[in-house]
């Protein structure tokens, strides 16, 4: 992922609807990207593009790319996002982005393409996406009913199977869930969102075990998704595997050194190695990057408790 440098904002005083525009501008970030055919290479028309703030559900954005595959935002409140790209006869791909404070990040996306094989492939993707719009709507046994036929009309493709483990989740159905999604990854076993969503319900019900090994799968195919980094080093904390843990956060921190909670985790593993110097160091810059975080109280506590 390239980010640009600083986008220039000017304001004029005269001009009230301006100079608020660029004051927005200012405290606001964007996202400029392209998605393109993981065979080809060509340009992807028609990706619907979902961006959910990892902070607040309700904060979140539709976009779709043009006939050149490309999609723009502006105004995105900074912070991470979780991102998803659909489109119908393509495997549904996610991850997540930084949106930083007056820059743009751009973006260069792959999406494969389903099974071509697969006869009637067409019909049942549109009966997939009219599934997926009662999803978003909240009407999951509608969802499911069409997911059914999906599933019965493509039984070897793992597309439908991942839909409908989607629409069982967000029911509260975890058991169908986790049945969806492993059966969408024996038949396509590099599958990552089947990996990850998997992982965490397993994490939800406290499995932590079972959790990781789902995010170790995701990560070994390929997911470059930081969040997962992240779960899967929490997973080895909780399961006490401090050792196995620390080098997860630090790889994390190399590759998004904005990743707040990266840095609260490592200064726990290193208070519980005597690397007290370290810790403190850690902690404090949690605390600048994310003072909002749950657990900043927490931290400044702990530095209290150190003498800081």
């Known amino acids: 992922m390239r980010r640009t440098g600083r986008m220039s904002v000017s304001t004029i005083p005269m001009v009230c609807a301006l100079a608020a525009a660029c004051l927005w501008a200012a405290i606001t970030g964007a996202v400029d990207g392209v998605v393109k055919d993981s065979a080809t290479g060509e340009p992807v028309p028609g990706v619907k593009i979902t961006l959910v703030s990892a902070k ?48 743009t990040v751009r973006l260069d996306l792959r999406i494969e393409a389903g099974k071509a094989e697969d006869a009637g492939a067409p019909a ?26 999906a599933v019965t009309e493509l039984p070897q493709n793992a597309v439908p199977y991942f839909y409908r483990g989607l629409a069982y989740e967000k029911s509260g159905k975890n058991e169908e869930a986790l049945q969806d999604y492993q059966k969408a990854s024996e038949l396509k076993p590099d599958f990552i969102l089947a990996f990850s969503r998997s992982g965490m319900i397993w994490a939800r019900k406290g499995d932590f075990e079972k959790a990781g090994e789902l995010y170790k799968k995701a990560l070994d195919s390929g997911d470059s998704d930081p969040t997962t980094l992240y779960n899967y080093g929490v997973c080895l904390t909780n399961l006490g ?52 975080n749950k657990n900043a109280a927490l931290a400044k506590e702990i530095l209290k408790s150190l003498g800081q």
């Open 56 to 103: 607040s559900e309700t904060l979140s954005y539709t976009l779709t790319t043009d006939p050149k595959g490309h999609f723009y935002k502006s105004g995105l409140v900074p912070g991470i996002y979780k991102m998803t790209l659909e489109k119908e006869g393509y495997i549904p791909q996610g991850g997540s982005i930084r949106v930083i404070l007056d820059e």
């Open 124 to 149: 049942v993707a549109k009966k997939i996406a009219a599934a997926n719009e009662r999803t978003a709507a909240g009407k999951y046994d509608e969802a499911i009913a069409l997911l059914n036929e």
């Open 241 to 292: 595997r401090s050792p196995e843990a620390r080098p997860v956060f630090e790889k994390l921190l190399a590759q998004d050194p904005e990743y707040a909670d990266a840095y609260y985790q490592l200064g726990i593993l290193c208070l519980g190695s005597a690397e007290t110097a370290k810790a403190k160091e850690l902690l404090e810059t949690f605390i600048a990057k994310d003072p909002e």
